[in-house]
Structure formats: structure tokens, C-alpha cells
């Protein structure tokens, strides 16, 4: 089994000024070729923090080792010459990289006016290269760099994704890179999602299945709850075919219903499509507007969204969704009563032929004990009267409620287009 270790420099990504995106991208396009990848270390702008990096990775016998940061002008730009330290290769000037850097500068300098000659000198050390490394043509102004380091390889990257990304293809065809990766037993994955089912119950299930007979130890099965809905990944290669489609079938047995994805495809992404030649109205309280902009994220959402009223307060209910203040009045604004309310108020003033309504308690106050902080009405109809309504309590603090109401919505909408039972 080929292993591999990331290592992710700069101070700002340590300190959490920057997120980190460049080590779990890496470590997505490593185990789609096989490699697996067991550690991403984040170190500071310092040569010796660097260093030891590189040390551990060596010590867990890393065959592949990717740095990306540190490859600029300045002084704590550093990777190049602590990679070339670490593989025992000296530093020394690639003229051929120094003019693509020079070409670049000129029209720079050019551009804002500035003195060429001090620019290319101070950029001047981008173009030193360990002895017999491969140097990769920048994306920016930093090259990039494959290293033999004895018996692994070090990819050297640039730490902006919009650099890294379109040179990580030049990486993987540098000679070392290819001989360690010609080792590698390719891997094959699958995602499931489901909605309305905790990992526990999921963790139950998979014991079940081991139970049963099946080797859970020949897949890597990886379960995340992730914006209110579960995420299970497997992953395994040729030989565990049986037992991941095993897994998989099993699952589904267990939690049908909960079951809306088995091929990593989103809720966002199978609401688009079954709203084609639909025409949909949405009305919301407390999700302010998280509904629509999820629906409108993806493009050609113009096709089907009609529009959306974020009603908040009762005269907005009243005066834009047609709710009868009346109504509020007896049954309160969160009320399953007020919901139905809004969603056929949708209907109307949008001429729509599906709609979907939100009204609740987000807190962190105006809960009561009848209507509780997380209390929130759903209304999902069709023009033509079927309806899925629900009044779910959902934990957590004002921002989860949101969110989770908004997602809870996407659910229902599915549900009422596909006609599939809904988990909740």
C-alpha cells in the first residue's frame, strides 16, 4: 500500500486566519489514485517546524510527501530550501526557470511600473532548484518542485488554491511521481446519504451487518454527520467489491426510508431536478430566506423558482402572503394552522404549483413551554391540495435551527415531488 503525508505551511492557516483547503483537496485526488493518506500536518512559517514535518513523514515511511505554501519572494518563504536540505540536494539556479519567471515580472513591473531589474531580484530565489529535482512552470510566480528525497518523493506547491490545483496535473506526470503512483492499487468509493437517522443507529446497522458474516475490515467505511444529514463514505479496492456492495445493501435495508442517495449525489442537487417544469413558491418566517437561497445556489434556478417572501412579522404574513390575521391571533404565528396559511398564500401570489412554508421558534428567546425554542411548521403542498406538513422540535442554538429548518424544507420538497415517504 503506497502512504502519504501532507504537509501545509504558513503561519496564517495555523492561526485559523486562513482555512485550511489545500490539504483534504490533496488528500481527495490521493485516494482516487490509490494512495492513502495518513497525515496532514499544518506548521508555522518556521525552518525548523518545517523540518520536523518532513522528519515525522519520513519516520512513518511516507512514500509521498506534499508540501504546498512557502514558495514565494519573501523572507519566510522558505519550503524550497528546507525540502532541498531534507533530500540532501544542494540548491542552485535553474536559468531556464529564472527567464519564465522574468517573462512574467516584465509584464508586472510593466504594468504598475516598477523597476524590473529589482523585481526580478528579489523574486530571484524562486528560481533556485534542489539538484535533480523537476521544476514545475508556475501558475503565479512560484514554480513548483518535484524532489526525490531517497526513498520517497516530496511534491513542493504554492500555497494559493488557484496556483496549486492546475499544477497539481504537472506534479503527477514528473517521472518520480509516476513510479511511486505506478505502485498504487487504484481505489473505487461510493457515498450514501441519508436524512433523519442519528450515527448511532447507523453504527447499530453496521454491526449488524458484520455480524452477519460480512468483513467490515476489508472496507474503509467513513460515517459524518454534515449539515444536519448523515455521510457515509466506503471505500475499498477490486477485491472487496462484494463485501462494499454488501455494506451498501445492507444499509439501504435497514434505513429505506431515511435512503436519499446512493451515488453522492446532494438534496440540493435531486430537488433541481424534480422541480423541472414545476413552478415554486416558498414562504418563510424564521429561516429568513435560507430556503430560497438554497434552492436559487445552483444555476438555472430561473426555470422554476417564482419567487420567495421572507413574512416576518405578522403584518408581513397578513399583508404579502394573504394570512388572516385572525388566524394568527388564535393559533399564534407558529402554528401549523398559520404555516398552511402561508404556503397556500404562496400559491397564489406567485401562480405556483408547488410551495413550501417555515414559521418558528429560532430563539434564543420567545420560546414558551407549549411552543419551545427549535419549535418550527412546515407546510409543503401542491396546487392540486396533496400536502406533507410537520412540526418538528429541532435542537441546538439559533444558527443550527436555521440552517437545519432550511434543510428540513429541501426534505419535505423532495418528498412532495417524488412521493417518497418522508423520514420524519
Not at 505551511?9 to 482555512?19: A, C, D, K, N, P
Not at 435531486?270 to 414562504?283: I, P, T
Not at 397578513?318 to 388566524?327: I, K, M, S, Y
Request: hydrophobic share 45%.
Amino acid at each position: 500500500m503506497i502512504r502519504a503525508g501532507i504537509v501545509v505551511t504558513g503561519t496564517e492557516v495555523l492561526t485559523g486566519r486562513i482555512s485550511d483547503k489545500n490539504g483534504p483537496w490533496i488528500s481527495e485526488q490521493l485516494a482516487g489514485r490509490g494512495v492513502e493518506v495518513a497525515h496532514i500536518v499544518i506548521v508555522g512559517d518556521r525552518p525548523e517546524d518545517l523540518d520536523a514535518a518532513l522528519r515525522f513523514m519520513a519516520a512513518e515511511k511516507m512514500d509521498l510527501i506534499v508540501t504546498s505554501g512557502g514558495l514565494g519572494p519573501t523572507a519566510d518563504d522558505l519550503t524550497a530550501e528546507v525540502v532541498a536540505r531534507f533530500a540532501d540536494r544542494p540548491l542552485q539556479l535553474d536559468e531556464e526557470m529564472l527567464e519564465k519567471i522574468a517573462e512574467i515580472l516584465r509584464g508586472f513591473a510593466k504594468r504598475f511600473r516598477l523597476d524590473q531589474a529589482a523585481v526580478l531580484e528579489a523574486n530571484r530565489k524562486q528560481a533556485m532548484v534542489p539538484e535533480g529535482a523537476t521544476a514545475l512552470d508556475p501558475e503565479g510566480t512560484a514554480p513548483g518542485l518535484v524532489v526525490p528525497a531517497g526513498e520517497r518523493v516530496v511534491i513542493v506547491l504554492p500555497g494559493p488554491p488557484r496556483e496549486l490545483r492546475p499544477m497539481w496535473t504537472a506534479a503527477l506526470a514528473a517521472e518520480p511521481v509516476c513510479e511511486v503512483l505506478a505502485r498504487a492499487t487504484p481505489l473505487r468509493a461510493y457515498t450514501m446519504r441519508m436524512f433523519g437517522v442519528p450515527e448511532s443507529e447507523i453504527a447499530k446497522s453496521l454491526r449488524e451487518i458484520e455480524a452477519d458474516g460480512v468483513d467490515l475490515a476489508a472496507v474503509e467505511i467513513t460515517t459524518c454527520l454534515r449539515r444536519g444529514e448523515i455521510e457515509i463514505d466506503v471505500r475499498y479496492r477490486d477485491e472487496a467489491t462484494s463485501v462494499a456492495d454488501k455494506v451498501r445493501e445492507g444499509l439501504v435495508e435497514r434505513h429505506r426510508r431515511e435512503t436519499f442517495s446512493l451515488d453522492s449525489e446532494t438534496i440540493d442537487q435531486q430537488v433541481a431536478v424534480l422541480l423541472q417544469g414545476h413552478k415554486l413558491g416558498l414562504a418563510e418566517s424564521c429561516s429568513g430566506g435560507l430556503l430560497a437561497a438554497r434552492i436559487t445556489d445552483l444555476s438555472g434556478a430561473s426555470a422554476y423558482m417564482a419567487g420567495s417572501v421572507v413574512a416576518y412579522a405578522n403584518e408581513a404574513k397578513a399583508e404579502l402572503l394573504g394570512v388572516d390575521p385572525a388566524l394568527i391571533e388564535a393559533k399564534g404565528a407558529v402554528s401549523p394552522e398559520v404555516a398552511e396559511a402561508m404556503a397556500i398564500g404562496a400559491l397564489e401570489r406567485f401562480g405556483a404549483d408547488v410551495a413550501v412554508s417555515v414559521t418558528g421558534v429560532a430563539g434564543p428567546d420567545g420560546g414558551t413551554e407549549e411552543k419551545p425554542v427549535g419549535y418550527i411548521c412546515f407546510n409543503a403542498r401542491l396546487a392540486d391540495g396533496t400536502v406533507i406538513a410537520r412540526d418538528p422540535a429541532i435542537p441546538g442554538k439559533r444558527a443550527d435551527i436555521r440552517e437545519r429548518s432550511a434543510l428540513i424544507g429541501m426534505h419535505l420538497l423532495r418528498n412532495l415531488l417524488s412521493g417518497a415517504e418522508p423520514p420524519l
